[in-house]
């Protein structure tokens, strides 16, 4: 018989930690914050006040998925230089708003954009958070992927699952499982009422009751469910979430209360399960894929610790590693961008997937709070989220390798954008070719990469810089153009338009 925690605990539960006293962040290694916003970083300079970048181009459908992008319709081929992934909010918006939110079930025009926009995506994986959660019986998921293969659209889809805890999806709401498979405290009560329970921060669908992987038997139990279900619904690959960890959670919120021996041996018994699940997967022709590494802060997380998990998977998913407020951190003569250098290349050399998540909302001071979701979308605008899309693209491009490591870009939108859109900007089209140099550090916060094609630039500090081509002199093929990189951007130029540019600058 399962255990289920009365409504009102966890209502209490959820009310006092709302509202406990917010702990000062500690500044350390250089980080004075692990948030910004968008007063601090004077984003309303790079507002054009354009509520919606041409509606009269877009479907309803595409202005809620992708209101401040350029058009569907607009992207004209397959760009594998700027390797992008598509995900969005299918089911989501369908519940919400009929089946005008369904871009694949509108009318031929719609259909026609979001066939063209998707199949023209450089990476044949798709990842809509919103449909894919690990489960039995997945309707919504099975609907949108026969309608993508109606369309001749062969995608690779991924599910999300997590295995340090019970959700109520892998097993179900009333799994039955036995009562060993849980933690409890104390350790050997075995009792319903003594198991222990992580419950994330109250804007996230995230809790349950933690599942005892020290013992082999729930490991494999883990495993062979997981195998189960991707089966049943034909899915490809699938992330697990809360996986590169030191705690195994968000926070290390059950520190007092877990067994004394579970810390200290979390992440080998981490590592024995994730190791038993890709020999399980592997051998059935499936895809794992691990998430966590960033959000656990630059602070903590260790490329040696990011080597010992890409071992045991076919590679990682990051979300929001390229920070305005990490920039100055530095230990042991290793700085943010060399630290970001070291994970990258640590996938590169052992050639495994890497997924980088790089959404705006972080930018908009209102992350993890409910509101947020719709504050957001009123809180920016075309010309803002341009501006972030491309120096969030060139950010990943200063590092990028484009046969392993691929771009999820979302965007704020009228619903959940914390979770994925379907933003497209025609700076993904630019032919860059392949990269001629890795990083080439300008100065401390300005650093630029040569591609076949083009030059790409990353200012990361708050002020206007004036490109001196001597400071690099030798570094490229050719000198850099002289030109001014806006406060906190990105920007790629091509090669054949700098004749072009620096005539324009000879003249003023």
Partial sequence: MSFKVPLFVDQAIRFVRRNLPKRKFQPRDGIESESCSAKMLKLSRFKNGVAIHRPEDKSEQE??????????????????????????????????????????????????????????????????????????????????????????????????????????????????????????????????????????????????????????????????????????????????DYAVRRYGFGAPSLIFDMPKDWFPNFQENQILLFRELHDLLKANGKTLFLNGTMLDSILVTEPQLVRQYLKISDGMFWEQPFRWEWRNYERDGIDYYDRLQQFFDNSHVMKKQLIVKSGTYRFHGTEDKISGWTKRFEMTDAGLERHLAEYLTCFFMLYANRHFDVLFHTHPAKFFDIYTSEAYFDIWSKRVGQGVTKRVRYSKHVHMREFDEAFVFVNNTLDPVELDPSVVEGEFSQPIPAITLEPLSGKIVMKDELAAIEGGAATN
């Fill in 63 to 240: 202005q809620l998925l992708n209101p401040f992008g350029d058009p569907w319709i607009t992207r004209e081929a397959h760009n594998p230089f700027i390797p992008t992934m598509t995900g969005s909010l299918i089911a989501f918006l369908n519940s919400k708003v009929g089946k005008m939110g369904t871009p694949l079930r509108g009318g031929p025009d719609v259909t026609h954009a979001y066939t063209r926009y998707s199949g023209y995506s450089p990476s044949n994986y798709h990842y809509d958070e919103s449909v894919c959660k690990l489960t039995m019986k997945m309707p919504a998921f099975e609907k949108m992927r026969q309608v993508f293969k109606r369309k001749g659209l062969n995608k690779r889809f991924i599910g999300y699952a997590v295995l340090n805890y019970d959700d109520g999806y892998l097993f179900g709401p009333n799994a039955g499982l036995p009562e060993e498979y849980y933690v409890h405290n104390p350790d050997e009560s075995l009792e319903p009422k003594h198991r222990l329970k992580f419950v994330e921060g109250p804007a996230l669908d995230a809790e349950g009751c933690v599942f005892d992987i020290r013992r082999p038997e729930v490991r494999s139990a883990l495993c062979n469910r997981v195998l189960e279900i991707m089966k049943t619904n034909e899915i490809d690959a699938v992330l697990i």
